[in-house]
Structures are given as C-alpha cells and as structure tokens.
C-alpha cells in the first residue's frame, strides 16, 4: 500500500516566521513530489514541485526532498496570516498522486 | 492563466440516481484525471485519462463509475448508481505530460450530495 504520511497539527506559528512542514512516503519508486495547498472548503492549489533530491526554492517557498530517507519537506519563510490552510504532500505513483491527509498551518498576526 | 473548470459547483442526488459531473482540462493538457475527498479525509486518486482511455483506476473506481471524452474540451465522470457513501468533493485535474516529471492541476471541484 502506497501511503503519503503527514502531521495533522495544527502548526502554529506567528507571523514573520518560518513554518517548517514534513512528510514521509512509502513508494521508493516514487519520482515526483508536489506541495498543494488548500483552503478550507476549496480545491488543492499547487505551490511546489520537487523531482530531485536537494533543495527547490521559489520566493518564500523552500521544497526539501531525500529519496534516501524517503522525506520531503516545505519551509515557508516569513509567514503571512494569508498562508493560513492546510497543506497537502503528494507522491507520483504511476498516474497517480498519492496524498497525505494534509497539515493544517495557523499563522496568527 | 489557463485553469481547470468544473460544473456544477454543487450536485444534490437521491441514493440510485444517476450523475454526470463535468470538467474543461487545460486546452493544452493530455491528461486528465478525478480524484474524490470525502469532508475532512484525504484526496483519493479514481482514474486517470489519456488518448481516449483509462490509463489507471484505483480500487474505489468499480463498476458504477465511468468517463469519457465526448468532444475536444470536456471530460465527463458518470456515477451509474449512487449510494450515500458516494458523498464527497469530486475534483477534476489536468496535466500537460507524463505524471512522473509534471504538475496536476485542480479544477475547483464539484460537492456531490447523495440522499
């Protein structure tokens, strides 16, 4: 069973703040990962992609991945009250994306 | 920016009724898929779409779902009998290539309510 694991949280952290989230999977066939977000009662938004193991940064945004390990993370740097939702990992496998249940992120201002 | 459309927003059926729920993929997109998320659990892959075909189902894909491609825009999931289970977000997705080395983007999704 292809499986995506996630801290629920909440994570809370204030504004200005790096927001640190963590995933781990279990397909070490897995190629791709990808960082959604999603607001409550809205459609997942894609904020990152990582295909390599290393660092991948885009504005605030820093997507860590370590096949080795089997971990991908998300830093969010200088948090804003706005970056408040729940933040879902997804693995690739075959066609699919696998989710994790997501990790719900709380910026207070 | 080109996006993902979805209709309707919201869908109210009774149990054993049969809906058809309806997306536009990125006009450039070759492949398509639907995933479900029942309230607070999971997004959940059902099936993925390429060249006219199912390129992969997941389990909870069974008998009474289908899709189709019925004309050069739109991407239908069918649901032949719904039960009350059935009940979640349906969202559709697109992307541009192969899965392994590309970005699924998310249409804002359909809430499908079974009674």
């Not at chain 1, 969010?76 to 933040?87: G, K, N």
């Not at chain 2, 006219?52 to 389990?59: R, V, Y």
């Amino acid at each position: 069973q292809k499986e995506v694991e996630q801290n629920s949280g909440p994570l809370s952290v204030p504004e200005g703040a790096i927001a640190s989230l963590n995933c781990t999977y279990s397909d070490r066939g897995s190629q791709s990962f990808f960082w959604y977000r999603q607001y409550s009662g809205k459609s997942p938004e894609l904020i990152m992609s990582i295909y390599s193991n290393g660092d991948k940064e885009d504005g605030r945004f820093t997507a860590q991945l370590n096949k080795a390990s089997q971990y991908v993370s998300l830093l969010i740097r200088d948090s804003q009250p706005s970056d408040s939702a729940t933040y879902l990992c997804a693995g690739e496998a075959g066609t699919a994306l696998i989710f994790g249940k997501g990790t719900t992120l709380s910026v207070s201002s | 920016e080109p996006e993902v459309t979805q209709t309707p927003s919201h869908q109210v059926t009774q149990m054993g009724q049969e809906v058809i729920l309806r997306c536009v993929p990125i006009s450039n997109h070759l492949y398509f898929y639907w995933y479900r998320q029942i309230l607070g659990q999971k997004v959940e892959f059902l099936v993925s779409f390429y060249n006219n075909e199912i390129s992969e189902k997941s389990e909870i894909f069974d008998d009474q779902f289908s899709v189709e491609r019925p004309d050069g825009s739109n991407f239908t999931l069918k649901i032949r009998s719904t039960k009350l289970e059935d009940s979640a977000m349906y969202f559709c997705a697109s992307s541009e290539v192969l899965p392994a080395y590309n970005e699924q983007f998310f249409g804002p999704g359909t809430r499908l309510t079974v009674l």
